[in-house]
C-alpha cells in the first residue's frame, strides 16, 4: 500500500495527525526533498528506509516502491503541502494503477493557506474579491494556452502564484497586462511557517525590486490582490438582519432562510464568508 501524504507548508506541527500517523508507521519513506522539513522524519521508525525523490526520476521513485510492495511494506510518498497542486502525483498514480499497486491521498495544508496566515488575510473578502486563482508563471515547464498571468489578470482577483519567484519581473510584468494596477497591493511569503519565514508587502509595481532587495529567488509564494488591502464589505452571514437555517435574523432586509448546510442554500448574489 502506499500513502500519498501532505506534508504540510513546512512548520512540523502543520501535518495532519492522520499523515503523522502514516509517517510513524511507515516501512518507506519517499520524500519531496526540496521542500519538505525533515524533522518530519524524525518520527520515522529506525528501520524506515528513508528516501529524497529531488535526487530520483519518476522512474527510481516507481521502482522503489515496487520493491518495498514486493516485500509487503508500506511506503509513505511525502509530498510538500497539498500533494494535489504542483506535486505531479498524477503520473505516480498512473504508474500505480499500471502495476495493480493500490494507494491513498492524505491531503495536506497548502503552502498558499500558510502564506495567508503568514499575513493574516482572508483571500474572499466580501466587496472584494469571491475568487482566488491558483497558478504559476510559464518557465522551464510550460502552462496550456488560455492560462497565461495576464490571461488570468484579466479578473482582477485574488491570486496566488506558485514557483514563480525566480521571475518576478515578467510576473509584473504580465500582471499589469491584467486588471491589476501598479499600486494594487501585493505579497511575497517566503518559506511560510517555517523559523526564517519572511514576510514582504509591497505592490505589483515593486514586486521585482522588493525581492531583489531581500534576495528572495525561491520557496516563496506572490500574493496579488486588493484583498491585501485591508478594506472590504461585511459579510450578509453574519449580519443581525440576516437569517440562515441556523440563526433568525431581525427580519430587516430579510432574506429567505437557507437550509441545511450554512450558506449552501444561499441565493446567488448573496455573500458568504
Ligand atoms: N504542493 C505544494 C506546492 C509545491 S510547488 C503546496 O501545496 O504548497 C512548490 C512551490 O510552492 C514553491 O515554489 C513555492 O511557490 C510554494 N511553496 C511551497 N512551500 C512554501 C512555503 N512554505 N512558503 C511559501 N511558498 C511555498
Given at each position: ?26 516501512d ?71 502495476l ?92 511560510a ?61 430579510e ?9 449552501s ?9
Amino acid at each position: 500500500m502506499v500513502h500519498f501524504v501532505g506534508a504540510g507548508p513546512g512548520a512540523p506541527d502543520l501535518i495532519t495527525l492522520r499523515g503523522a500517523r502514516l509517517l510513524r508507521e511507515a516501512d518507506q519513506v519517499i520524500y519531496t526533498g526540496s521542500l519538505v522539513n525533515t524533522e518530519l522524519l524524525s518520527g520515522c521508525r529506525a528501520d524506515c528506509r528513508i528516501l529524497n525523490s529531488a535526487e530520483m526520476t519518476l522512474e527510481e521513485v516507481i521502482g522503489a516502491i515496487e520493491q518495498a510492495e514486493a516485500e509487503e511494506r508500506m511506503t509513505v510518498r511525502l509530498h510538500t503541502g497539498d500533494p494535489s497542486l504542483y506535486g505531479a502525483i498524477r503520473e505516480q498514480m498512473n504508474s500505480l494503477d499500471a502495476l495493480g499497486i493500490a494507494y491513498d491521498i492524505t491531503p495536506g495544508v497548502s503552502s498558499f493557506c500558510g502564506a495567508a496566515a503568514a499575513v493574516q488575510t482572508e483571500y474572499t473578502v466580501p466587496g472584494i474579491s469571491q475568487t482566488l486563482i491558483l497558478t504559476r508563471m510559464a518557465g522551464r515547464t510550460p502552462v496550456p494556452e488560455g492560462e497565461s498571468i495576464h490571461a488570468l489578470a484579466s479578473h482582477g482577483s485574488s491570486m496566488a502564484v506558485f514557483l514563480s519567484a525566480g521571475m518576478l519581473a515578467g510576473l509584473q510584468e504580465e500582471l499589469l497586462r491584467g486588471a491589476y494596477t501598479a499600486d494594487t497591493p501585493a505579497a511575497l511569503v517566503y518559506k511560510a511557517s517555517w523559523p526564517d519565514e519572511k514576510l514582504l508587502r509591497c505592490t505589483v509595481g515593486t514586486l521585482a525590486e522588493s525581492a531583489e532587495k531581500e534576495r528572495i529567488t525561491r520557496t516563496a509564494l506572490v500574493l496579488v490582490g486588493d484583498f491585501l488591502g485591508g478594506r472590504g464589505a461585511r459579510s450578509r452571514l453574519y449580519a443581525p438582519d440576516f437569517s440562515t437555517g441556523f440563526r433568525k435574523g431581525t427580519g430587516e432586509g430579510e432574506q429567505r432562510p437557507a437550509t441545511g448546510e450554512s450558506g449552501s442554500a444561499l441565493r446567488e448574489g448573496e455573500t458568504r464568508s
